[in-house]
């Protein structure tokens, strides 16, 4: 279906799975270019809730009832199934149907300096930060983050310029659909093997990915990764590789605060260009921040503006998001949920005050425990203890095949601080009994688990 969101604007739009954080926002900028805008999802939300407030139709819960033959485009995401309800009907009426990914593609064409950061690990943190030096650099653009960022009051904001910013997930190819002026690779990992057959089809994404970029835009990427030669090699566009010690544009001189925030110069072509303070804590963070500089620089954005933008970001939530503190014990939680996430979120707070640091820890998705299993019971040295909450199940049903408890009872055989709890309730009372003043309670996982957090703190 072409689709011009010029002359279009009387079209009734629908959204199956309309709360999710990428579907909400593409939702929001539809809603304020004035189009008809309706959905649905499984529960009421605060996102669907302000959708509905801008002016959105939604309907709880997905039946067939709830298609009729006045929409004239659906929408939905990869997590949707082949036999929702909702989906068949459409099929049934012959309404054009469109994926998330497409339907983004699709509002990509209407920009011409496209940015697309892709990525296993650090998209949203990446976004975030370039999104702060676009917005300090007065480029008005339209920004999908996948999280919410204070700056834009958000996950989106509707710009008037040709700057589009957006995270590309590869999840089923997702980012295959898109229309990157600028393609960012911030690494190359397992991860969706429910999906990907191995690692090699994965970097084979990546390279596809890459060679939607034009000849006159850039592919920016780390070149310390060593799958990302390959991508490189095969890529017909300009490229910018950064690292700590290897790269275009390498970090010298790193320092970091009391709070593990990093402090640095950066080089390119053996000059130094800037210096950068950051305001959120990690190693992992200054490769971000590099990333984020490459796209500064290719689109000629001064360095004094770049600096001051880095400077700026505090975080995303849910990124090593401070959510409190009770009786001189700080609760912080992260959106980690993949064994090298996990890995850099605990180095980070290794570096942030702390006696003890309690890890509650909620894996996301059977496939991923199952397939990352050797992976995960490595990933928490750094934790001095371990709370395993029971695995949150997404978009999967439980076969049985793998649990917490045989996570637990794998790590257990090195680290005798490893704990599985079945409830919330449980793990808080845990926490109650055993943190002290100046201890770290860190709630880690893509699921729910920030809520341990917070009941910890009521």
């Known amino acids: 279906m072409s689709f011009d969101f ?18 909400s926002g593409l939702a929001e900028i539809l809603l304020e270019k004035n189009f008809k805008v309706a959905g649905s999802d499984i529960k009421t939300s605060p996102v669907t809730n ?51 990914a497409e339907f983004l593609g699709h509002l990509m064409k209407g920009h011409k300096f496209n940015v697309a950061i892709a990525g296993t ?30 700056a834009i009051n958000g996950n989106v904001r509707t710009g008037n310029s040709e700057y589009f910013l957006t995270e590309a997930c590869e999840y089923k190819g997702s980012f295959l659909k898109f229309f990157p002026y600028i393609g960012v690779i911030l690494n190359i990992d397992a991860d969706h093997l429910d999906f990907y057959k191995d690692i090699d089809d994965i970097q084979n994404a990546f390279i596809k990915f890459a060679k939607l970029i034009p000849k006159n835009g850039y592919l920016i990427c780390y070149g310390e990764d060593p799958r990302m030669g390959k991508v490189i090699s095969e890529c017909n566009c300009n490229v910018l590789t950064y690292g700590l010690t290897n790269g275009n544009v390498v970090a010298k001189n790193m320092k970091f605060d009391e709070k593990g925030c990093a402090s640095f110069d950066v080089y390119a072509a053996n000059e130094m260009i800037t210096s950068v303070k950051l305001n ?58 993949h064994p090298t996430e996990i890995k ?14 309690f890890c509650v820890f909620q894996p996301h998705t059977y496939s991923r425990t199952l397939n990352l299993f050797k992976e995960f019971t490595e990933a928490f040295g750094d934790a001095d203890e371990l709370i395993l909450a029971d695995i949150y199940a997404a978009r999967e049903k439980d076969t049985g095949v793998v649990s917490s408890s045989m996570l637990a009872n794998k790590i257990k055989e090195t680290k005798s601080a490893c704990f599985n709890f ?37």
């Not at 650090?122 to 999908?144: C, E, Q, R, Y």
Request: charged content about 20%; aromatic content about 6%; proline content about 3%.
């Open 422 to 458: 079945h409830s919330f309730e449980e793990i808080v009372s845990y926490l109650n009994k055993n943190a002290k003043n100046g201890d770290v309670i860190l709630t880690v996982g893509a699921g729910d688990v920030f809520k341990v957090g917070e009941m910890y703190l009521k």
């Open 280 to 337: 959120v804590p990690g190693k992992h963070n200054i490769l971000n921040a590099l990333a984020s500089i490459c796209v500064s620089l290719s689109l000629d954005i001064p360095t004094n503006l770049i600096s001051k933008g880095l400077e700026s970001f505090k975080g995303t939530h849910r990124r090593f998001e401070i959510k409190g503190v009770k009786n001189g014990i700080t609760v912080v939680d992260d959106y980690a949920h």
């Open 6 to 23: 010029i002359k279009d604007k009387d079209k009734k739009i629908y959204f199956i799975g309309i709360g999710g954080i990428s579907m």
């Open 121 to 150: 690990h650090g998209k949203t943190t990446t976004t975030s930060m370039v999104s702060h030096i676009f917005l300090n650099a007065n480029l008005d653009p339209t920004i999908l983050v996948g999280g919410q960022l204070d």
């Open 344 to 357: 850099a979120t605990l180095s980070a707070a290794k570096n942030y005050p702390h006696n003890k640091i």
């Open 50 to 100: 302000k959708l509905v407030s801008n002016g959105a139709l939604i309907n709880i819960g997905q039946v067939e009832e709830n298609i009729s033959e006045d929409i004239d485009l659906v929408v939905y995401t990869a997590a949707v199934s082949k036999d929702n309800p909702e989906l068949l009907k459409a099929k049934e009426l012959n309404i054009p149907i469109m994926s998330r």
